[in-house]
Each structure stands twice: as C-alpha cells, then as structure tokens.
C-alpha cells in the first residue's frame, strides 16, 4: 500500500559539495507514485574533530561532553570491538545545533571522534544509534526539520576512519514537520522509525514511518522498504516518545499515543518478524499491503497500555523470547513507573512496578535487557536512579542512584539512556547541560552460540556479557520426522564465566525424516533444521 518514491542523497565527508537528489519508485505491485520526480540540493558536513577532547574522571560520573554549550539528547550503544559509543546533541545558537560522536575503550577517558553538522537548517537532533551485529558496523540517525532533507541516515564500519563513514539524507514531505527517530537492527538490515507531523499527501499529525537499510544504505528490492502508518488498524498518530528492540524472532516498536477521543496517553505496540525470507514477503497484508515490513499491516499490534489515566515515554527492551516495556503512568495520582514483561515474544502480558513512592514523581525511564536480567534507569526529584530485575522484570531490586551530585539531572524526554554500554545523562552541576557516563552494573548475557548434528544434537551455550552467569537453565528439543528417541534433554549450567562456552547435548537420537533442532538457554533461543538418518543427524544449517 505505501511503496513510497524518496529522494536520496550521498553525503559527502569533510566536503560542503551539493549533491543532487534523484526521484525513485520503491514498488511495483499496483502502487502510486506518490511523489514526482524532484531535484535539489544539500549538503551535510562530516568533520573529523582536528582536536579531540579527552576527560578523565575516575571518580564514577564521567563527563563526556565539553562544550560551554547545553548538549542534549544523549544516546549510548556497545561496538562490536568493545568501544562505548555515545552520541549527543549540542545547541550552539538559536539556529545551529550538531550532533557529536565519541567513544571510550577504558569508561573513564571519552574521545569525540566526529561532528555532524548541516550547512542549510542546522538543528540536528533526537540522534539514535545502534551496533548491527551481523554487518559489523554502527548505525546512526537523527533528523533537522530545517533541512530539505531532513531525515539523515548513517552506517560507519569504524569511527576512527572517516572512508568507512557511509550516509544518505531523505525527504517525504513538509521539512518542518519531522521530529524524533529511533533505530534498531534486523540481522544486517539497519532499521529507522520516525514521527512525522505532515506525511506527504497523507496529512497524518504524528505519523510514525519506518524504513529498511542494507549496508550499502540501499533498501531491499523485495518490498517498498519505506511504509508509513496510514491508521487503517491501530490508531497510532498523534505519536511521541517511540522506541524500537529487537528479540531473537521478533522485533518491537513501540508509541506513546495521544488519544484524542479519550483525552489520555496510552501506549501502542507493534512487532512484526525477524526472519527476512518473511519480511521481504510482498503483500499478504490488507488491501495488499506488505504483511510483516509495512508498519500499518504488521499482524501483531495492540494498545499495550490504556484507560482512564496517562501512560507515557515507552522504552523497550528485548533478549531471546523475552521482552519488556517500562513507562511512567500516573494512574495513582503522581507518575510512577511501571513494566510490562512477557516471555513469550509479546504474546502474553504481565505487569509489575518498579517505582511508586507517592508523592513523589519518577519519570522518563529507560530500559536495557540481557538475557533474564533487566535494568531500568528513571528519574526522581532531579537524580538518576538505577534498578534491576534477574527474573525478567516480575520483581525489582533496591534502588541506586547514578549521579554524584544531588539533584543534578535534567528531568525531560531523551534526557538519559541505559543499554549494554553503560548509562548516559543530561546534568546541569556546572551550571550548564553536560553530557555525562557511568558504567552499568556488570551483567550476564547468554547466547546460543550454534547447534550441530553427527552422533546426536548439540548446543554451544555462550556467556557474552561481563559478568559470571549462574544457574543458567538449558534445553534442547528436536521435532518432526520419526524420532524414536531422543527428542529432549534439559539441564542446569552452574557457572558459566563472562565470556566462555559450554557444550551441551543429546547424545543419542534415533529416527528417520527432516527435523528441527531447537535450544534455549534461559531467554535466548535458536532453532536450526536437519536430517534424522538413524543414530545420525546431517545437514544441520
């Protein structure tokens, strides 16, 4: 149904060269044309910084951003190699705001290793960032409302090395009218959702849109790649406060939604599939829209969070079959903040709270999922306030507050971020708004690394976080064909150290036919397929 065309543009590094935007048909299945073909110019500098600030603090909070400007907007990811990847937005002047990129290897040193700046609006903001395991590289984005085009998009293989730097800029409607973009990965494909208040043609106030990018920042010639919600199921618009994650076969997105017939804020979810042979499926959806890639025909979606209170700024969080969505809500008359966990893909719901001390408000939470540990950071009565969970989010520990210096933390939307690489936030101590880092707590994080055939089935179990993973549960299942015997074993992990395997199997299988191996260590699972031929199994991929 939405096959959209887009304008694209190379961006040029260390250049302020024009490029030249270049109409294009995204689909071919009975779609419109929505867009004629349009010309025009940009240009988006990326500046290697000649000077890089480096400050060391090893008392905890580490300041990260230098600038006697306010910076904002934090956003934090772990690179594959380790690295600690923060990107933030800085005002330096009423019509010039940058985006920064720096990194640590040690969490206490930070080094900005690139400026993104932009010659014609200027007001970069709401960057996002996330590692795309399977590619090997990082993507960013952040969009400037004042631009042409407005929506820029960025793949970097290494930050130190500007020729690995690799960007393109889009336009789909009224410039002025985009705001906030978020990402998350499926397999090598980098993925952006936006909200955009005037989608072209569409005149949807708060229209969340997504997008598909291979590593070239090309879009997959399979589907239309670029889909906006046109409130055909799920009123989602007015949109705020999105949020995306990805599970093991499903990934998430996530609205906080204005319903203007109820007069409240609840939050909306979508998921739609891993698997790219399903996402890449044209049509099946309604009306023939693309069924699992179009975000207004996804088959999976549902006001998570609704009723006669507010429910706002959703952040999620995923790990295997697990998933967990954390939101403040004021249903007992100040806000609190509340989980939503499921351990069956979103399938089935429950509900516990992580902070409720009335009257006090706790706001603004973010959330980071490895495995069965959860951890949320929230913010309450200007501090910065950490809490975990090991059961998946049914129960939360003891509080623990992040920032050193007492009510220091800036209390507003994107103001902080937890993920695997720490904890990032907004922080006014020296009476402007700093960016600041602390580790996050040391935590497990359990894979299942591969399965092989031979004389029975077998799993190796991996712990990839940093810290030792105890009682780690395990199964192994093989179904169809004929299996006489050996389709299940099951056990318990005692210790397994920050990153080491284990082997676990079924030593004997025997049966006839085509079967399916599936393990699953606490939350994360994987499933490959085989041939049973007696005592052996082959052709495990």
């Not at 590094?13 to 024009?18: I, N, W």
């Not at 290793?113 to 932009?118: P, V």
């Not at 299942?448 to 976080?465: C, L, R």
């Amino acid at each position: 149904m939405k096959k959209l065309s887009y304008i694209i543009v190379i961006l040029l590094l260390l250049t302020s060269v024009a490029a030249i935007g270049i109409g294009k048909e995204a689909g071919e299945q009975n779609e419109k044309t929505l867009m004629s073909q349009i010309t025009g110019q940009v240009s988006v500098d990326f500046k290697k910084l000649e000077q890089p600030s480096e400050i060391t603090n090893l008392a905890g909070n580490v300041l990260i951003s230098s600038s006697e400007k306010d910076d904002i907007q934090p956003t934090i990811t772990k690179d594959q190699s380790g690295k600690i990847l923060v990107a933030f937005a800085t005002k330096k002047s009423i019509l010039e705001q940058t985006i920064t990129l720096s990194y640590s290897e040690d969490e206490s040193t930070f080094t900005d290793a690139s400026e993104f700046s932009s010659d014609e609006g200027g007001i970069l903001q709401y960057p996002s960032i996330s590692v795309i395991p399977e590619a090997g590289d990082v993507g960013i984005s952040f969009t400037d409302p004042l631009a042409e085009y407005p929506l820029t998009v960025w793949r970097i293989g290494d930050i130190n090395d500007q020729e690995t730097y690799n960007g393109v800029s889009y336009n789909w409607g009224e410039t002025e009218d985009y705001e906030e973009v978020t990402v998350t990965y499926i397999h090598e494909l980098f993925v952006p959702m936006l909200i955009n208040h005037n989608y072209y043609l569409s005149d949807i106030p708060g229209c969340p849109y997504i997008c598909y990018f291979l590593p070239d920042l090309e879009f997959p010639t399979e589907i239309g790649a670029n889909y906006y919600d046109g409130q055909s199921i799920l009123k989602t618009a007015p949109a705020s406060n999105i949020d995306l994650a990805t599970g093991q076969d499903y990934f998430y997105l996530l609205f906080e939604h204005d319903n203007e017939t109820t007069g409240h804020s609840d939050i909306a979810f979508k998921k739609s599939v891993t698997d790219l042979e399903l996402l890449y499926t044209a049509g099946g959806g309604p009306g023939g829209m693309d069924k699992y890639a179009d975000i207004e025909a996804m088959p999976w979606q549902r006001y998570l969070i609704q009723g006669d209170f507010d429910a706002k700024d959703p952040s999620v969080g995923a790990s295997g079959n697990n998933v967990v969505v954390v939101y403040m809500i004021n249903d007992a008359g100040d806000w609190d903040i509340k989980c939503s966990y499921s351990n069956d893909d979103g399938e089935t719901w429950e509900t516990s709270t992580i902070a409720d001390d009335h009257p006090a408000d706790e706001v603004y939470p973010s959330v980071d999922m490895r495995g069965n540990t959860v951890y949320c950071t929230y913010i309450k009565e200007g501090n910065l306030i950490l809490k975990k969970s090991e059961d998946s989010g049914a129960n939360w520990g003891e509080p623990q507050q992040v920032n050193e210096e007492e009510g220091t933390v800036v209390e507003e939307p994107r103001a902080q971020e937890i993920s695997e690489g720490g904890i990032v936030w907004t922080d006014t101590r020296n009476d402007n708004k700093d960016i600041y880092y602390a580790p996050g707590e040391p935590a497990p994080e359990i894979l299942v690394e591969s399965i092989s055939g031979g004389f029975g089935v077998s799993a190796v179990i991996k712990n990839a976080g940093n810290a030792v993973a105890t009682n780690v549960q395990w199964s192994l299942d093989v179904e169809g064909g004929l299996v006489i015997t050996g389709n299940h074993a099951d056990g318990t992990i005692n210790s397994l150290a920050a990153g080491d395997s284990t082997t676990v199997k079924i030593p004997l299988v025997l049966g006839f036919g085509g079967i399916t191996i599936k393990a699953t260590a606490d939350g994360a699972t994987k499933s490959a397929t085989g041939t049973l031929l007696l005592l052996f199994v082959v052709g495990v991929s």
